[in-house]
Structure formats: C-alpha cells, structure tokens
C-alpha cells in the first residue's frame, strides 16, 4: 500500500494596520528560505483550530493579542510535492504593538510593495490573494 504524505496545515496573518499597510517578518538568515520575508504564522499544533493555533502564533512571534473571531479567511496556498499547506488570514485588530521576537526583522508595507520582496514560494499566491481580497 503507498505511503501518502499527511498535510501540514500552516497558518499565516496579514496583520493589517489603519494605514492599510501589511506587516511582514523576514526570516532569519540560513535554511533554505532564511532572509526571505514572510506573513507570520505557524504549524497547527493537534488539537487546535487553525484560527487558535494563528493567535498562539502571533502571540509568540509579534508579542500581540489576537482574538480568533478577528481572523479572515483569505487564501490558501500548496504547491506539488509539497506537504505544507498555508491558509492566510487577515486581522486589523490586536491588542499590544508587534515587536520582532523570533524572526531577523518585521516591517510594515503598502500592498502594491509586497511583490517586491523576496518571500518563499508559497507566501507569493496569498499575496495575490492578500491584494484582491482588500
């Protein structure tokens, strides 16, 4: 019988502040996608829905509070051969100010900019998403 590979749910957050600017983390440098900016977000830990595994994830990596019912739904991303599989979502409300915990940087971008960042692979279609959702 084959062995299939078992997805990995990812989840990820277009924080987006009253400017309309997106905030992204860039990735620490080595590993095959360090130094390549990213939505934040995470693995779904078992157990969790993928709306409370993004706010543990914003609450550890940006050091912000994000309640679940805040979160939309705006894309997802796999890719061939791939067994990640990343469900972006946005939120405009959190409570605290993120700070750069795990990651080599964040920043905050227009939209129309995000094509011009060297992201991974899979961030580029909820990007696309991102954009022609706000």
Request: with cysteine; aromatic share 6%; hydrophobic share 45%.
């Given at each position: ?11 990820a957050a277009a924080l987006i502040d009253p400017a309309g600017r997106v ?112």
């Amino acid at each position: 019988m084959p062995n299939f590979p078992t997805d990995i749910q990812v989840v990820a957050a277009a924080l987006i502040d009253p400017a309309g600017r997106v905030l992204m983390q860039q990735r620490k440098p080595g590993g095959p996608i360090g130094g390549l900016w990213e939505f934040p977000g995470g693995k779904v830990e078992p157990g969790e829905t993928l709306q409370s595994a993004l706010a543990r994830e914003i609450a550890e990596e940006l050091g912000v509070a994000v309640d679940p019912a805040d979160l939309t739904a705006v894309g997802t991303a796999r890719e061939p051969g791939n067994p990640h599989v990343i469900t972006l979502y946005t939120c405009r409300r959190w409570t605290g100010e993120p700070q750069c915990l795990c990651e080599a940087a964040i920043a905050w971008y227009e939209p129309a900019v995000l094509f011009s960042l060297p992201m991974p692979p899979l961030d580029v279609p909820l990007a696309r998403d991102l954009i022609s959702s706000i």
